[in-house]
């Protein structure tokens, strides 16, 4: 999640295997290292607009930006001027991706991965971490940079670890 090269991890696996988890420990060892991490739950999203105000909404909760110089701009306009200027990297966790991928709403999949991409293409100071049911390329999602974390390889890596340990 530190490397340059790196800009979107992807956590998937089945319900129930840790992945929102496994996001957390994460996001607090990124935190250690003095990075900041926002975490947004994408469960009950319907479209990219939701997505759009749900950024915005923590960008400016996070007073990343002064808000009345910007009330003549679009929510997306504006978006894009927050990643625009920011001076410090970030990791975004995005949970529950797929909620909003597979929301069953035309064409939210490719607006919303589009966003993504737009935002990486935007600033190299931001890096995602999206959990999903299925992985990216199942989903026909597919982007430069990308790694992929299946948590059922991460159980059996821990539960390794614990065994060899005791």
Known sequence: MTSESTR????????????????IV???????RELPVFFLSLRGLKSKSDLT??????????RTLETNKLQDLSADDELCLIFDRLSDHCVIILDNADDLFECGAP???????NLIEEILNRSDKVNFLLTTRESL??????????RVVSCFLMRVL???????QQ
């Open 8 to 23: 979107l991890v992807s956590v998937w696996g089945s319900p129930g295997f840790g992945k929102t988890s496994v996001a």
């Open 26 to 32: 994460v996001g607090h060892q990124l935190q250690a």
């Open 53 to 62: 105000s749900k950024f915005l909404s923590l960008f400016r909760q996070a």
């Open 107 to 113: 064409n939210v999949k490719e607006e919303v991965f």
């Open 137 to 146: 390329p199942y989903l026909n999602l597919h982007f430069q940079g990308y």
């Open 158 to 164: 821990r539960l390794t670890k614990f065994s060899i």
